[in-house]
């Protein structure tokens, strides 16, 4: 991917060098809009109480400390529940984990079938369940609450599993089925030849070439469902609630004084496992986003 | 919570779809069995959609034709809770917060994404830490960005503090604080969110443009702005049309910014129909009018989704 102005010559001259450095100073500025909150949140995590009363909104911290951190990990109440945050981090981990790799799963098998052993239909098929990628969570919420009461799964760590395992494979699918109609089929068709069933394809063929798309998927699935607050807001009750969940009702408490620096360190906790996802491995987080989006 | 797909061509009468070959055709009774295999792998996942979005959606449905108020009841009463819905003023407020946020969120978020995305195409040293920063929010929940977007627009300790301590000590900016201005703040935050999305939508169409395109309007003597707006950004159309739609149906679905950023305060002043349709469902224990609320933000969806999920079809025949 290479500048679509690479092809002309570097322009020349004193006009050209100013129009150069406003250029900068533009896409400099848009920076500090975008870096503002994250600066502010991790500079303010690390100052005293004392330190944010009388200095500045954008200052450095003077006294570097880690107080508001561990306060807000172990000891900050949220609602009656004096734990921190750390009991709230451990249930979103619960969640993640399984149902990131169940709606994988799910979507790399998908994705294979509807691809590689078209059927009847398998169109159709597609297209009713990406429907679920665009559907306004608000019109499931009810139902959803009720079936889980039905199922025994209100109010747990297993129920939102289940929600984000459904409402994941819309997406999962997507990726998946995009990319596998890029390998040919013809693999599939020289195997079947040799005598490979569709799972000994699936395993020892199309799994192999998959690694790209399994990170694109799994990074997705998993910002997605770390960064859930609807869901966990609606089907989670007291000590079963997400990380999410936990640092609203920290942050938005009304009573006792208000901690800046420790809503800030809740809401890094909260954050952190995302960012540092995003920053590791941006490349394929931008993928997923864009999957599918531009042709071409 | 974005994706579409517009690479996604259905193909009328799949049968006939090119690219399908088909290799259950290369074996008998295995074969056979193969191919049903392919729809029991599909089914469990297809029935599963079935129930918990389609199903779920006629559930609703049934309920908005109900009187449930704290719990679901299923005595239908016709379309009262529409009508109800449609007389509450809090209701108009939430809608016409949702057209002027809707239609600023989108038509800036555009016009900052396109503009990053082109200068981010000069060739410019750090593109790539660039465009990380731009993107990052994308990555992070609102609930946790909202924490900080919420002191930033707190007047007492905010920016308004922070203009008034360097010497303006008649400065304002307390939007978050006034009832007709709340709903502005949520768009600062949501094109903050956002933006840099479709800055990263454009920059990857733009270079997926021809530069021997470029090169030749260039030696014609065209001036780079130029080359850009007639010739660079007509041809990359598709691309807003996807980021329109993208944005238009997060806008409807907007929920977490709302909550993170004013809690629809203040009173309502800033409520969307998101918040409006939880705070119905759940804590005013109307649920059958929540259930019509939320039957608004679903058609709306739709009405933004399946002309373009059509749009695509049609050309995808094309092709």
């Given at each position: 991917m290479s500048s679509l102005t690479s092809a002309l010559p570097p322009a020349q001259g004193t006009g050209a060098r100013i129009a150069r450095w406003g250029l900068y100073l533009i896409l400099l500025l848009f920076a500090a809009y975008y870096l503002l909150p994250l600066l502010l949140m991790i500079a303010t995590s690390f100052k005293s109480p004392e330190e944010i009363r009388t200095g500045s909104l954008l200052s450095l911290p003077r006294d570097f400390s880690l107080d508001a951190w561990s306060y807000a990990w172990n000891r900050a109440c949220i609602g009656a529940d004096c734990r921190g945050m750390a009991p709230y981090f451990l249930n979103s981990l619960v969640i993640v984990g399984?149902?990131?790799?169940?709606?994988?799963?799910?979507?790399?098998?998908?994705?294979?079938?509807?691809?590689?052993?078209?059927f009847r239909g398998a169109n159709i098929v597609f297209g009713m369940i990406l429907f679920g990628s665009f559907l306004p969570s608000q019109v499931i919420l009810l139902p959803m609450a009720q079936t889980l009461g039905f199922l025994g799964l209100a109010g747990s760590a297993g129920g939102l599993i289940l929600v984000h395992v459904v409402y994941g494979l819309a997406f999962t699918t997507l990726f998946f089925r995009n990319y596998y109609v890029s390998i040919p089929d013809d693999l599939v068709k020289a195997a079947t030849i040799d005598g490979a069933g569709f799972f000994q394809i699936f395993t020892k063929i199309m799994?192999?070439?998959?690694?790209?798309?399994?990170v694109v998927t799994i990074i997705w699935q998993f910002t997605q469902i770390w960064n859930d607050f609807l869901?966990?807001?609606?089907?989670?009750?007291?000590?079963?609630?997400?990380?999410?969940v936990a640092l609203n009702n920290l942050v938005n408490t009304t009573t006792g004084v208000k901690q800046y620096n420790v809503d800030m360190a809740a809401a890094?906790?909260?954050?952190?496992?995302?960012?540092?996802?995003?920053?590791?491995?941006?490349?394929?987080?931008?993928?997923g986003l864009t999957a599918g989006s531009v042709k071409g | 919570m974005t994706l579409q797909t517009p690479s996604y061509r259905p193909a009328a009468g799949d049968e006939a779809a090119p690219g399908s070959a088909t290799p259950h055709k290369a074996g008998g009774l295995r074969a056979l069995a193969q191919r049903h295999l392919s729809k029991l792998v599909v089914a469990p996942s297809f029935a599963a959609i079935l129930?918990?979005?389609?199903?779920?959606?006629?559930?609703?449905?049934?309920?908005?034709?109900?009187?449930?108020?704290m719990l679901p009841s299923y005595d239908l009463v016709g379309a009262d809770a529409f009508s109800k819905l449609w007389r509450i003023e809090r209701w108009y407020v939430?809608?016409?917060?949702?057209?002027?946020?809707?239609?600023?969120?989108?038509?800036?978020?555009?016009?900052?994404?396109?503009?990053?995305?082109?200068?981010?195409?000069q060739r410019i040293r750090g593109e790539g830490v660039l465009r990380t920063i731009y993107l990052y929010p994308m990555a992070l929940s609102f609930i946790v960005t909202g924490t900080a977007w919420k002191w930033i627009l707190n007047p007492g300790i905010g920016i308004q503090q922070f203009v008034r301590d360097l010497g303006f000590p008649g400065f304002t900016f307390d939007w978050i604080v006034q009832q007709d201005t709340a709903v502005y703040t949520l768009v600062?935050?949501?094109?903050?969110?956002?933006?840099?999305?479709?800055m990263a939508l454009f920059l990857a169409a733009l270079r997926g443009v021809d530069q021997e395109i470029i090169k030749a309007a260039y030696l014609d003597g065209a001036s780079l702005p130029r080359i850009y707006w007639g010739i660079v950004l007509p041809s990359v159309r598709p691309v807003?049309?996807?980021?329109?739609?993208?944005?238009?149906?997060?806008?409807?679905?907007?929920?977490?910014?709302?909550?993170?950023?004013?809690?629809?305060?203040?009173?309502?002043a800033s409520d969307l129909p998101a918040t409006f349709m939880y705070e119905m469902t759940f804590r005013r224990n109307q649920i059958a009018i929540g259930s019509a609320s939320a039957l608004m933000m679903l058609a709306t969806v739709v009405a933004i989704i399946v002309p373009y999920l059509y749009s695509e079809l049609k050309g995808g025949k094309r092709v």
């Open positions: 399984p149902a990131v790799i169940i709606s994988t799963l799910f979507g790399a098998l998908n994705g294979y079938a509807l691809t590689k052993w078209r799994l192999p070439l998959s690694l790209p798309i399994l869901f966990g807001a609606s089907f989670a009750a007291g000590g079963a609630q997400p990380v999410t890094m906790i909260a954050g952190l496992p995302t960012l540092v996802v995003y920053v590791l491995a941006g490349k394929y987080f931008i993928r | 129930l918990f979005v389609y199903g779920f959606i006629v559930w609703t449905v049934y309920i908005s034709f109900t009187n449930s108020k939430a809608i016409e917060n949702l057209l002027i946020f809707g239609g600023l969120f989108i038509g800036v978020s555009l016009i900052v994404g396109i503009l990053l995305a082109v200068l981010l195409d600062i935050a949501a094109v903050w969110q956002s933006s840099g999305f479709v807003f049309m996807s980021a329109f739609v993208i944005l238009a149906h997060l806008a409807v679905k907007s929920y977490d910014l709302v909550v993170a950023l004013t809690g629809g305060g203040p009173g309502y």
